[in-house]
T-cell receptor, first 109, second 116 residues
Framework: AQRVTQPEKLLSVFKGAPVELKCNYS??????LFWYVQYSRQRLQLLLR??SRESIKGFTADLNKGETSFHLKKPFAQEEDSAMYYC???????????FGGGTRLMVKP | EAQVTQNPRYLITVTGKKLTVTCSQN?????MSWYRQDPGLGLRQIYY???????DKGDVPEGYKVSRKEKRNFPLILESPSPNQTSLYFC???????????????FGQGTRLTVV
């Protein structure tokens, strides 16, 4: 069965500290991997996708196929990064987008 | 403005009373899907549709129905709601590229449903 795990429900850091939000997945084949973010009172929206190898708002995510992980990282957290973050692998056909339980990031001043 | 629109935003209903949550997108996306969000469980896919008249079950389809008669609309139907369907529901749409759906999902603003 397809499964994605975000082990931390809540991650609290101070402004300027590094951040790593963990994501481990169990998926057949080679899934496409996404991170979605939901800021307070806003819709869920795409943060970044693995295939683009991009850095968005200072965040990057590295795929480790051996560990089946796709952790999200930022070297210096900002207060405006406070939000819910969801790791989301999609199957090869792309018709199933599975979300993890989410991690709430709180960045304190 | 390109967006996914759900209605209603909030709904309180009684057990057994049929209801429909509407979802509409103006981006000409082929793919649409419904999720429910529950504390600690993240978002779980209920149903999805690859195109008009093509629907399929997600991970938690029991108790729900959908239809896709037009490309822009994908209503979620609860024929006989029960309290365990109290949840936050999200509709999403995606563009397809070469038949694959590895593109960004656009989400509606959510519908908070309470079944008493």
């Amino acid at each position: 069965a397809q499964r994605v795990t975000q082990p931390e429900k809540l991650l609290s850091v101070f402004k300027g500290a590094p951040v790593e939000l963990k994501c481990n997945y169990s998926y057949s084949g080679s899934p496409e991997l996404f991170w979605y973010v939901q800021y307070s009172r806003q819709r869920l929206q795409l943060l970044l996708r693995h295939i683009s190898r991009e850095s968005i708002k200072g965040f990057t995510a590295d795929l480790n196929k051996g560990e089946t992980s796709f952790h999200l990282k930022k070297p210096f957290a900002q207060e405006e990064d406070s939000a819910m973050y969801y790791c989301a692998p999609a199957n090869n056909a792309g018709n199933m987008l599975t979300f993890g339980g989410g991690t709430r990031l709180m960045v304190k001043p | 403005e390109a967006q996914v629109t759900q209605n209603p935003r909030y709904l309180i209903t009684v057990t057994g009373k049929k209801l429909t949550v509407t979802c509409s997108q103006n981006m000409n996306h082929e793919y649409m899907s419904w999720y429910r969000q529950d504390p600690g469980l993240g978002l779980r896919q209920i149903y999805y549709s690859m195109n008009v008249e093509v629907t399929d079950k997600g991970d938690v389809p029991e108790g729900y129905k959908v239809s896709r008669k037009e490309k822009r609309n994908f209503p979620l139907i609860l024929e006989s709601p029960s309290p365990n369907q109290t949840s936050l529901y999200f509709c999403a749409s995606r563009r397809t590229q070469g038949g694959l759906v590895n593109t960004e999902a656009f989400f509606g603003q959510g519908t908070r449903l309470t079944v008493v």
